[in-house]
């Protein structure tokens, strides 16, 4: 515990009003304002661009040098040496797993991937043409219809069976939203597949004909589910943080922070990179389009640009691009006009004073849309695919603020409405 003091002096206050500062293991020091209620004041911050919400020890993100680490392991490193399951562990444990560890948390996850035969049901409810993410919040937060057993939030042995189900079956979920769309049939999981290739199998797959899934794209897959496995107190996970301080179930959470992510301007990027990728349509209009990003008049932004934290490259879109030179080279089509318009896009953007000067790079959302279209997921599950990479995070989030003594969150507010008035009389 620090015994930094920051002082506040309020105009007309005669004593200074002292505010501990507290210090992280890494990151800047936080200036603890727990007390100025008691003394008359709220702090104002929209959008929390100031403001520490937690304390947390899973993911650690320097905005000005490009960082995030996963309980202090590089995510590069991670993209190259781990999976997403033992990311999974990683983020939810806190260390890398054993051999043992490994292996048993991996059948943990590989002997949850069904879903209750009554789920599919569900699915006879919702529209062919309705949005995958449409129905994976109102699947996933309705799975605790299902697992009374496991609801009690203070039973740590709920908490991380609800986490293993929860990272266990959105795979399967994701898959039939897809299936749904298509009107082919819900393929079940199979367990002598690996996480990453039985999500491929259950999207691509059909009964017709022998299971098969390219172990290079199963690879790419696991990849992209790591490197959106966690990213601090973004929007969803704060959502995710929000709505669990109310106690209520695991997968009501989840399905609110899947809510959150389905924004244009969080994890439904993806989606829009790609949409503005198709509108840009040659080379030849790219210009066209940084006006219109760099236009106040314009909505236009360029989507897969900006960060509310990274004012450096995101580290995740330097190992993402190098996966889509890897992927489109392995299908044959490195020569993708996508990937050639993003790539260029990038090049401009990046010698563009505008974006200089805004320190506006590519993040995550940049190029997944265009590894995920070579591997033929269709663009309406590129945020659905996100969500499932995030789960983990989400559900770590989750146990580790309901693991410690935690309040409800309640924020206030600067009130700019009417003063007190009577009701006129009749
Ligand atoms: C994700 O928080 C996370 O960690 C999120 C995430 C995760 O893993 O959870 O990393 C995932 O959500 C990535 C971001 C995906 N979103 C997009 O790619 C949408 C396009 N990006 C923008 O909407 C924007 O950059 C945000 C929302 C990401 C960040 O916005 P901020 O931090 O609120 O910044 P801002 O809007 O105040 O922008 C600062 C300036 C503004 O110009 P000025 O008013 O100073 O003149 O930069 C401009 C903005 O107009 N700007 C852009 C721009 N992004 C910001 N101008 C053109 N194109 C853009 N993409």
Redesign the pocket.
């Given at each position: 515990m620090s015994n930094k003091v920051a002082k506040l002096t309020l105009d007309g206050s005669a004593e200074p009003i002292d505010l501990p500062v507290l210090s992280g293991t890494l990151g800047p020091d936080v200036v603890d304002v727990g007390g100025l209620t008691a003394k008359g004041y709220f702090t104002y911050d929209p959008?929390f661009m100031s403001t520490a919400a937690c304390e947390s020890a899973i993911t650690y993100?320097d905005g000005g040098k490009g960082v995030l680490l996963h309980r202090g392991y590089p995510i590069d490193q991670l993209a190259e040496h781990s999976d997403f399951l033992e990311t999974c562990f990683l983020l939810l444990n806190g260390e890398l797993p054993s051999t043992s560890e490994k292996e048993e948390f991996t059948n943990s996850i590989r002997y949850h991937t069904m879903v209750h035969e009554q789920v599919y049901e569900f699915f006879k409810g919702f529209p062919r043409d309705a949005h995958p993410m449409a129905i994976m919040v109102g699947v996933v937060g309705a799975l605790s219809a299902f697992y009374h057993d496991a609801l009690d939030i203070t039973n740590a042995e709920h908490r991380k069976l609800a986490a293993h189900r929860l990272i266990a079956k959105i795979p399967t979920l994701a898959a039939m939203c897809y299936k749904h769309s298509i009107g082919q049939p819900f393929m079940y999981p199979r367990n002598d597949f690996s996480y990453s290739e039985n999500f491929l199998h259950m999207m691509f797959n059909t009964p017709c004909e022998e299971a098969k899934v390219s172990p290079i794209l199963a690879k790419a897959m696991d990849v992209i589910f790591l490197l959106?496995a966690d990213?601090?107190q973004?929007?969803?996970?704060s959502t995710v943080r929000l709505a669990g301080s109310t106690g209520t179930n695991p997968y009501a959470c989840i399905s609110s922070g899947i809510a959150a992510l389905w924004g244009?301007?969080?994890?439904g990027?993806n989606e829009?990179?790609l949409n503005m990728l198709y509108e840009i349509e040659d080379e030849s209009r790219i210009e066209e389009f940084i006006a219109r990003?760099?236009d106040?008049n314009d909505p236009f932004?360029?989507?897969?640009?900006?960060?509310?934290?990274?004012k450096n490259f995101?580290p995740?879109a330097k190992v993402m691009r190098k996966i889509c030179d890897e992927v489109l080279d392995d299908l044959g089509v490195e020569n993708d006009p996508l990937f050639r318009i993003a790539r260029r896009l990038e090049k401009i953007a990046l010698e563009d004073e505008?974006?200089i000067e805004?320190k506006?790079y590519p993040?995550?959302?940049?190029y997944s849309g265009i590894i995920l279209q070579a591997i033929g997921i269709p663009s309406s599950m590129f945020t659905v695919i996100f969500s499932l990479g995030?789960t983990p995070g989400w559900i770590s989030h989750w146990n580790e603020m309901i693991s410690q003594p935690y309040k409800i969150g309640r924020p206030r507010q600067l009130y700019k409405g009417s003063t007190q008035r009577d009701y006129p009389k009749k």
């Amino acid at each position: 515990m620090s015994n930094k003091v920051a002082k506040l002096t309020l105009d007309g206050s005669a004593e200074p009003i002292d505010l501990p500062v507290l210090s992280g293991t890494l990151g800047p020091d936080v200036v603890d304002v727990g007390g100025l209620t008691a003394k008359g004041y709220f702090t104002y911050d929209p959008g929390f661009m100031s403001t520490a919400a937690c304390e947390s020890a899973i993911t650690y993100i320097d905005g000005g040098k490009g960082v995030l680490l996963h309980r202090g392991y590089p995510i590069d490193q991670l993209a190259e040496h781990s999976d997403f399951l033992e990311t999974c562990f990683l983020l939810l444990n806190g260390e890398l797993p054993s051999t043992s560890e490994k292996e048993e948390f991996t059948n943990s996850i590989r002997y949850h991937t069904m879903v209750h035969e009554q789920v599919y049901e569900f699915f006879k409810g919702f529209p062919r043409d309705a949005h995958p993410m449409a129905i994976m919040v109102g699947v996933v937060g309705a799975l605790s219809a299902f697992y009374h057993d496991a609801l009690d939030i203070t039973n740590a042995e709920h908490r991380k069976l609800a986490a293993h189900r929860l990272i266990a079956k959105i795979p399967t979920l994701a898959a039939m939203c897809y299936k749904h769309s298509i009107g082919q049939p819900f393929m079940y999981p199979r367990n002598d597949f690996s996480y990453s290739e039985n999500f491929l199998h259950m999207m691509f797959n059909t009964p017709c004909e022998e299971a098969k899934v390219s172990p290079i794209l199963a690879k790419a897959m696991d990849v992209i589910f790591l490197l959106h496995a966690d990213h601090e107190q973004n929007a969803s996970t704060s959502t995710v943080r929000l709505a669990g301080s109310t106690g209520t179930n695991p997968y009501a959470c989840i399905s609110s922070g899947i809510a959150a992510l389905w924004g244009p301007a969080h994890g439904g990027a993806n989606e829009a990179v790609l949409n503005m990728l198709y509108e840009i349509e040659d080379e030849s209009r790219i210009e066209e389009f940084i006006a219109r990003a760099k236009d106040k008049n314009d909505p236009f932004r360029l989507m897969g640009f900006g960060h509310r934290v990274y004012k450096n490259f995101d580290p995740r879109a330097k190992v993402m691009r190098k996966i889509c030179d890897e992927v489109l080279d392995d299908l044959g089509v490195e020569n993708d006009p996508l990937f050639r318009i993003a790539r260029r896009l990038e090049k401009i953007a990046l010698e563009d004073e505008y974006f200089i000067e805004r320190k506006l790079y590519p993040n995550v959302d940049f190029y997944s849309g265009i590894i995920l279209q070579a591997i033929g997921i269709p663009s309406s599950m590129f945020t659905v695919i996100f969500s499932l990479g995030r789960t983990p995070g989400w559900i770590s989030h989750w146990n580790e603020m309901i693991s410690q003594p935690y309040k409800i969150g309640r924020p206030r507010q600067l009130y700019k409405g009417s003063t007190q008035r009577d009701y006129p009389k009749k």
